[in-house]
C-alpha cells in the first residue's frame, strides 16, 4: 500500500526518538544558539589563523579579542553571572567569572596578558607586539578547549 508505514520504518522513528530523548535527558543535546555561537567563533579562529599565516598580525589579534570576548560573556550567561554595567567590557566578564570561581587567579592573569594584546591591537598602541600573536593564538585556542560555554 503506497505512503502506508512499514514496521523498520515505525522501527527507526521509534529508535530516533529514543536517542533523541536520552540525548536530551543526558543534557548532551545543543541548543541552536549554542551550535551557531560554536559555528561562528569556529570561524573567527579560522580567519585569525588565516591573518597569522598571512602576516596580518594586528588584524589577527583584534579577530582573537573578538573571539575571547564572546566565549567571556557566553560563560557568565551560561552561569547566569549578574554584571551591572550596561556596556559590559571583557573586565567585568574576568571579575564575575573569577568572583564565582568559574576561573582561579592565574587563569584570570592569563585573560589579562589575552586581553591586553588584543586591546594593543585594536588601538594601535605602541605596547602592541606582533611577536605576541602566534602565543595569543595558542592560548585562545587552549582556553576555549578549557572553559567551553
Given at each position: 500500500?503506497p505512503?502506508?508505514?512499514e514496521?523498520?520504518?515505525?522501527?527507526?522513528?521509534?529508535?530516533?526518538?529514543?536517542?533523541?530523548?536520552?540525548?536530551?535527558?543526558?543534557?548532551?543535546?545543543?541548543?541552536?544558539?549554542?551550535?551557531?555561537?560554536a559555528?561562528?567563533?569556529g570561524?573567527?579562529?579560522?580567519?585569525?589563523?588565516?591573518?597569522?599565516?598571512q602576516?596580518?598580525?594586528?588584524?589577527?589579534?583584534?579577530?582573537?579579542?573578538?573571539?575571547l570576548?564572546e566565549?567571556?560573556?557566553?560563560?557568565?550567561?551560561?552561569?547566569?553571572?549578574?554584571?551591572?554595567?550596561?556596556?559590559?567590557?571583557?573586565?567585568?566578564?574576568?571579575?564575575?567569572?573569577?568572583?564565582?570561581?568559574?576561573?582561579?587567579?592565574?587563569?584570570?592573569?592569563?585573560?589579562?596578558?589575552?586581553?591586553?594584546?588584543?586591546?594593543?591591537?585594536?588601538?594601535?598602541?605602541?605596547?602592541?607586539?606582533?611577536?605576541?600573536?602566534?602565543?595569543l593564538?595558542?592560548?585562545?585556542?587552549d582556553?576555549?578547549?578549557?572553559?567551553?560555554?
Open positions: 500500500m505512503g502506508a508505514l514496521y523498520n520504518d515505525l522501527r527507526i522513528m521509534l529508535g530516533t526518538a529514543s536517542e533523541i530523548n536520552e540525548a536530551l535527558t543526558k543534557g548532551r543535546l545543543s541548543t541552536i544558539e549554542e551550535l551557531v555561537s559555528s561562528v567563533l570561524d573567527l579562529i579560522e580567519q585569525a589563523e588565516m591573518l597569522i599565516e602576516e596580518y598580525f594586528m588584524a589577527a589579534a583584534v579577530v582573537l579579542r573578538a573571539v570576548e566565549r567571556l560573556r557566553k560563560l557568565c550567561e551560561a552561569r547566569a553571572l549578574s554584571i551591572e554595567a550596561k556596556r559590559p567590557t571583557m573586565e567585568h566578564f574576568r571579575q564575575a567569572l573569577a568572583n564565582a570561581s568559574v576561573v582561579d587567579k592565574i587563569v584570570a592573569k592569563k585573560i589579562d596578558w589575552m586581553a591586553s594584546i588584543g586591546n594593543a591591537a585594536a588601538h594601535n598602541l605602541p605596547s602592541f607586539k606582533s611577536s605576541d600573536v602566534p602565543d593564538y595558542k592560548s585562545i585556542l582556553f576555549l578547549d578549557k572553559f567551553p560555554s
